[in-house]
T-cell receptor
Framework: SAVISQKPSRDICQRGTSLTIQCQVD?????MFWYRQQPGQSLTLIAT?????????ESGFVIDKFPISRPNLTFSTLTVSNMSPEDSSIYLC??????????FGQGTRLTVV | QKEVEQNSGPLSVPEGAIASLNCTYS??????FFWYRQYSGKSPELIMF????GDKEDGRFTAQLNKASQYVSLLIRDSQPSDSATYLC??????????FGDGTTLTVKP
């Protein structure tokens, strides 16, 4: 299984600022995803991070708000821009190997005040 | 209708009992089916996957798949308090994103 290092693990941010979350994998993976999980709820896919090209965003999520980079097959970043309290959530990086099961990073617990 | 629906919880069973978790999906093209366990404050971890109709057993866990009925379930035998968690059902059509259900919270009472 892939070992995923996600950081920061948590942060408290002022509204109007931006936070960049990093996801580092110990091996090359085909697919990388970014999810949001609000308290007591399931996972909502934000976007698929594509290596060398623009991310593919799900309905309700836009690049200006959640810019994503994926410069290579082992690393990706998600930025939460111009934050508001509604962005308070857990953000999860996920990778898939062999087009099957997903593995998750430890998550980033974001609180916007 | 949600793409992946799980039986509403919370589900409570006594220690040693069988816990049954159910999931239905709407996309008939789905090929891969997964069960994840998520402890409070932690990220999801894969516990079972199944691709073919029938049963798949792994220790105390059994996944059951019925593609004709678009139904997948997870049975946990001899439930332990350490099994108390939220269980997420996930479905994939092909290579690419998984679609998750809302999860069922299981409590195993000593």
């Amino acid at each position: 299984s892939a070992v995923i290092s996600q950081k920061p693990s948590r942060d408290i941010c002022q509204r109007g600022t931006s936070l960049t979350i990093q996801c580092q994998v110990d091996s090359q993976v085909t697919m990388m995803f970014w999810y949001r999980q609000q308290p007591g709820q399931s996972l909502t896919l934000i976007a698929t991070a594509n290596q060398g090209s623009e991310a593919t965003y799900e309905s309700g999520f836009v690049i200006d708000k959640f810019p994503i980079s994926r410069p290579n097959l082992t690393f990706s970043t998600l930025t939460v821009s111009n934050m508001s309290p509604e962005d308070s959530s857990i953000y999860l990086c996920s990778v898939e190997q062999r087009s099957t099961e997903a593995f998750f990073g430890q998550g980033t617990r974001l609180t916007v005040v | 209708q949600k793409e992946v629906e799980q039986n509403s919880g919370p589900l409570s069973v006594p220690e040693g009992a069988i816990a049954s978790l159910n999931c239905t999906y709407s996309d008939r093209g789905s090929q891969s089916f997964f069960w994840y366990r998520q402890y409070s404050g932690k990220s999801p971890e894969l516990i079972m996957f199944i691709y073919s109709n029938g049963d798949k057993e792994d220790g105390r866990f059994t996944a059951q798949l019925n593609k004709a009925s678009q139904y997948v379930s997870l049975l946990i035998r001899d439930s332990q308090p350490s099994d108390s968690a939220t269980y997420l059902c996930a479905v994939k059509a092909n290579a690419g994103k998984s679609t998750f259900g809302d999860g069922t919270t299981l409590t195993v009472k000593p």
